[in-house]
């Protein structure tokens, strides 16, 4: 399981930074999203992994899941939600404006 676990937060991560240093928005906004989800299972993997295990502290039991990275993974995916729309809106505004989707403003050609 953290194996698996371990793969996907790698192969997130590194799909993440390769679409980041694409010359268009589009892929740039895919790369940050892709990003933010390798860090929330990273978030999520140092809580350590428990599986059947409740998350309040009950009588009689002995192993529990920790709450603290599930809130904050809640947290980091409301706030990954609104810099994706802040993206969004500053990349549809960029393209209005210049003409075209590139990061710099300009064809690559040019």
Do not use: C, K
């Not at 268009?24 to 892709?34: A, E, Q």
């Amino acid at each position: 399981m953290e194996l698996l676990l371990a793969s996907a937060i790698g192969v997130l991560a590194a799909a993440g930074v390769w679409l980041l240093l694409r010359a268009r928005t589009f892929p740039v906004m895919l790369g940050l999203t892709l990003l933010s989800y390798a860090v929330n299972l990273f978030i999520f993997s140092m809580g350590r992994l428990a599986t059947a295990a409740p998350p309040v502290i009950r009588e009689g039991v002995e192993r529990y899941a920790d709450p603290l990275p599930q809130a904050l993974v809640l947290t980091a995916i409301v706030i990954a939600f609104g810099m994706t729309a802040l993206l969004l809106a500053l990349s549809v505004r960029l393209r209005h404006d210049s003409g075209t989707d590139h990061v710099d403003g300009g064809e690559a050609g040019r």
